[in-house]
């Protein structure tokens, strides 16, 4: 062997050693990284179910209880509806949710052996809901049953009334029609077709109308008297719509006409012969002891004007109680939930660092991160970090309960 191939091998050998030291080396540290983000893993899945899986004195976690209940819309309708329930025996506590766990307004009475819940829900045609109970008792719910809401609902409803019969104010003239009173009580205004008219001042027309007819529960009413009206010529023409009963009359508000026909509304919410709130009898009868109440129109200028169209109008309000159950519901479980507990996340954050991984029996580093829940250091830049996400409900200020997550890093 020449010098030069002694060289030659020795590099050679040389430059093995060192690829083989490397890569014994490079592969040594590989898989110990790999055992020490195993061990992380394991140490935050050990910590994770002593946090959060298990209730105990040194977890996070209490004992709720969770109903699930379904509602059923049979009416086909889209409505609001006041849920009550009675809930056997009497639990403490109580919230309740939607799916999402959204906090729905209850008002919760609770008596020696039941409690009653009551909320609203507006539902959809048919539609079906699922509603959360939570409570946090000892006890467990046996039965929950449903008890009818008593309701009340006003409407609003009107009746229009047309004359017929001339009263005892009949001084204007026919001036188109057959009559005076089909001149003015047809349904819709013809206009010039058939009208009374007058060019005199301080005339009166008055009829007696239909009896409106309306319910004897009735309250909140109220009578307008309408007229269509114009003038024919150019100067300044007025009218105004009155009541009357025997020689006295009642007058509205002026009107200034125009040569177009207008509709006028007089609105009366008290009668203005008595002074108190429309009676029943009063627009049923449209009498009050002798005197009978006619309507009509009377003109305030000595002006040429037309009237085509006199009716009245009687608005009421009516009440009706009635039972509101549209959905049915069904009680789907009544089972056990770990809610985060504001005391125990308060009780953490009371221990100093050291003493906490004393308790939970942990050599690594950690840090819990959610709502109205903090604790630990934040790790270093360059830590092996293991990042844990973990849904969880927690309890909130007042005892309502929220979804959160709960971000846990180990390292």
């Not at 004195?57 to 409505?79: C, M, P, R």
């Not at 999402?100 to 539609?127: A, K, R, W």
């Not at 507990?341 to 939970?360: E, F, P």
Request: a neutral charge; aromatic letters at 10%; glycine letters at 4%.
């Amino acid at each position: 062997m020449t010098q030069i191939d002694f060289v030659i091998a020795v590099v050679l050998t040389l430059t093995i050693v060192v690829f083989v030291t490397v890569f014994v080396s490079s592969n040594f540290s590989n898989q110990f990284q790999n055992l020490k983000v195993n061990e992380l893993e394991n140490s935050a899945a050990t910590l994770e179910k002593q946090l959060f899986d298990i209730n105990d004195s040194n977890s996070l976690v209490s004992e709720y209880k969770l109903i699930k209940v379904t509602f059923n819309e049979t009416s086909g309708t889209s409505h609001p509806e006041l849920v009550n329930l009675s809930i056997t025996p009497s639990i403490s506590n109580v919230h309740v949710y939607d799916r999402l766990f959204n906090e729905i307004p209850s008002d919760v009475v609770s008596t020696g052996s039941q409690t009653n819940v009551s909320f609203s829900l507006i539902f959809m045609s048919y539609e079906k809901k699922q509603v959360n109970l939570v409570y946090n008792s000892s006890s467990s719910v046996t039965q929950i049953a449903r008890y009818p809401t008593a309701v009340s609902s006003s409407q609003t409803q009107n009746v229009i009334v047309r004359p017929t019969a001339i009263q005892n104010f009949n001084q204007w003239t026919l001036g188109a029609g057959s009559n005076k009173v089909s001149a003015v009580n047809e349904p819709v205004s013809d206009g010039d077709t058939s009208y009374i008219t007058t060019s005199s001042n301080n005339i009166v027309q008055s009829y007696n109308v239909t009896g409106a007819g309306i319910p004897t529960s009735t309250t909140n009413i109220y009578v307008e008297l309408h007229y269509v009206a114009r003038k024919t010529v150019s100067q300044p023409a007025q009218i105004t719509g009155v009541m009357t009963w025997g020689a006295s009359q009642s007058e509205g508000p002026l009107q200034t006409l125009t040569t177009s026909y207008q509709e006028f509304t007089r609105n009366m919410t008290t009668n203005p012969q008595t002074g108190s709130s429309w009676t029943v009898s009063d627009v049923n009868n449209w009498v009050s002891g002798n005197n009978i109440y006619a309507f009509g129109v009377k003109s305030k200028n000595a002006r040429n004007m037309r009237v085509t169209q006199i009716y009245i109008k009687v608005g009421y309000v009516t009440t009706t109680s009635a039972t509101s159950e549209n959905t049915t519901q069904k009680m789907l479980s009544d089972q056990k939930i770990f809610v985060v507990s504001q005391n125990k996340c308060n009780n953490l954050n009371g221990l100093s660092y050291d003493s906490a991984r004393d308790i939970y029996g942990f050599k690594d580093q950690f840090n819990i991160n959610m709502t109205d829940c903090l604790y630990g250091a934040n790790p270093p830049v360059s830590a092996n970090i293991i990042a844990r996400s973990i849904p969880v409900l927690v309890e909130r200020t007042g005892g309502s309960i929220t979804f959160s997550t709960a971000r846990l890093l180990v390292w």
